[in-house]
């Protein structure tokens, strides 16, 4: 008698966002993984100061999300159902992936090691192209701001997007016809 299994992870899979609750990213990354899923928790190290000590924190990137790798075609139960997921992000009610390109790009900044903290969502600016160092071949948004150059990379799905310091002679700018543009 053959015995069919579920494979959380088939062929047609991509990343989609989960909206989860406040605080409970990490326990939805940890649920998802325990259930086969491959789950994306991006954080970021915050120092904390106490009236008696200073303590480091680490924190979600994109607070009140998780990203998860499966095939929305394939039964959603199972991450639905899953403690602290409200819902798949999606357009229109159905479930929506996030670009590969975006998600590749916060995984590389995160793998990078270089400090990375939240930001407000940029649409318009200078795009550009790291060409050299941990973060090669990542594009975003090149700004100033302090006399301290960053590299805006953006999750347009969820209208957030994440500063990472950089040199600016890693930075190639990219031509107008070059630039990608977020799909709606």
Same mark, same amino acid.
């Given at each position: 008698?053959?015995?069919?299994?579920?494979? /959380?992870? +088939?062929?047609?899979?991509?990343?989609?966002?989960?909206?989860?609750?406040?605080?409970?990213?990490?326990?939805?990354?940890?649920?998802?993984?325990?259930?086969?899923?491959?789950?994306?928790? +991006?954080?970021?190290?915050?120092?904390?100061?106490?009236?008696?000590?200073?303590?480091?924190?680490?924190?979600?990137?994109?607070?009140?999300?998780?990203?998860?790798?499966?095939?929305?075609?394939?039964?959603?139960? /199972?991450?639905?159902?899953?403690?602290?997921?409200?819902?798949?992000?999606?357009?229109?009610?159905?479930?929506? /992936?996030?670009?590969?390109?975006?998600?590749?790009? %916060?995984?590389?900044?995160?793998?990078?090691?270089?400090?990375?903290?939240?930001? /407000?969502?940029?649409?318009?600016?200078? +795009?550009?192209?790291?060409?050299?160092?941990?973060?090669?071949?990542?594009?975003?948004?090149? %700004?100033?701001?302090?006399?301290?150059?960053?590299?805006?990379?953006?999750?347009?799905?969820?209208?957030?997007?994440?500063?990472?310091?950089?040199?600016?002679?890693?930075?190639?700018?990219?031509?107008?016809?070059?630039?990608?543009?977020?799909? +709606?």
């Amino acid at each position: 008698m053959a015995v069919t299994v579920h494979d /959380p992870q +088939p062929s047609g899979a991509r990343w989609y966002a989960l909206h989860v609750r406040n605080r409970q990213e990490r326990l939805v990354a940890d649920s998802l993984r325990g259930k086969g899923y491959t789950g994306f928790l +991006p954080t970021w190290r915050s120092r904390r100061r106490w009236s008696d000590r200073v303590t480091e924190l680490d924190l979600p990137l994109f607070p009140g999300y998780v990203f998860c790798h499966f095939d929305a075609r394939d039964r959603r139960v /199972p991450i639905v159902t899953t403690p602290g997921v409200i819902r798949i992000v999606g357009i229109g009610g159905a479930p929506h /992936p996030v670009e590969d390109t975006e998600i590749e790009a %916060v995984r590389r900044v995160v793998a990078s090691g270089i400090s990375a903290e939240p930001w /407000p969502y940029v649409e318009a600016g200078r +795009p550009v192209r790291i060409e050299y160092g941990p973060l090669a071949g990542v594009e975003g948004v090149f %700004v100033e701001l302090k006399s301290r150059q960053r590299l805006i990379v953006s999750v347009s799905l969820l209208r957030r997007s994440i500063n990472v310091d950089i040199d600016s002679a890693f930075v190639k700018l990219e031509r107008a016809g070059n630039s990608r543009k977020p799909q +709606p």
